[in-house]
């Protein structure tokens, strides 16, 4: 029969009287309670806290000894934690990617919805005018669709570039916007945090 002390052991660890800093002093940097992204350099769900990007909580250890420990064992770079790291980042970079081309899509879609709707409502008319009769009404109406639509996509033009859509972590930014404002987006977490991964990835060659 199991006794209270082992089911304890089996629930919450050998270690569960000890302090959090004498628990991690008895963990190995191979244990699975150790976050092997951490022990690559960094965790990805430490760089997007509250943003749109937060990847959530990891309930890892993150250590920076055991991190040194792993550099300096017989086993660094060769138990796969490096090309598992770098497959979860290129996983991250895709999303991004994903998110902006939506971005982009997701503009050009509302300047067609707008433009459509208005000339919905101009051919609906037209049509009304052309069962009355009135050919030449209809026929003005005609000219008024031809210069809504002109000046709408002129007016999308000049959207265009007061909104883009940031390279790098997909976020609108406004074109000429405060250099406060901008420099705020470029220091941002998530902006770094992207900018970091990006970084990393680039080791790759390195790695392989």
């Known amino acids: 029969m199991i006794s209270a002390a082992q089911l304890l052991d089996e629930l919450m660890g050998r270690d569960r009287n000890l302090a959090p800093d004498e628990k991690r002093n008895n963990v190995r940097w191979d244990h699975e309670s150790v976050c092997k992204y951490?022990?690559?350099g960094f965790c990805p769900a430490e760089l997007f806290t509250n943003t749109r990007s937060d990847l959530g909580p990891c309930e890892k250890i993150h250590d920076e000894n055991l991190r040194k420990?792993?550099?300096k064992?017989?086993?660094f770079m060769k138990v796969g934690y490096e090309r598992d790291f770098l497959r979860y980042l290129q996983s991250l970079l895709a999303e991004v990617e994903r998110r902006i081309r939506r971005g982009h899509a997701r503009k050009n879609e509302e300047k067609i919805q707008v433009l459509t709707d208005?000339?919905?409502v101009l051919l609906q008319q037209i049509e009304e005018l052309g069962s009355e009769g009135k050919v030449e009404e209809a026929q003005g109406m005609m000219k008024l669709v031809e210069q809504s639509t002109t000046s709408t996509i002129?007016?999308?033009a000049a959207q265009e570039k007061q909104m883009e859509v940031c390279e790098v972590c997909g976020a609108f930014l406004i074109v000429g916007d405060a250099q406060s404002r901008v420099d705020d987006h470029l220091m941002g977490k998530q902006h770094m945090g992207?900018?970091?991964e990006d970084f990393w990835m680039n080791t790759e060659n390195d790695i392989k």
Do not use: A, T, V
């Open 38 to 40: 951490s022990l690559c």
């Open 69 to 71: 420990q792993y550099e």
């Open 73 to 75: 064992s017989s086993r």
């Open 118 to 120: 208005k000339i919905d």
């Open 154 to 156: 002129e007016s999308f």
């Open 194 to 196: 992207l900018l970091f």
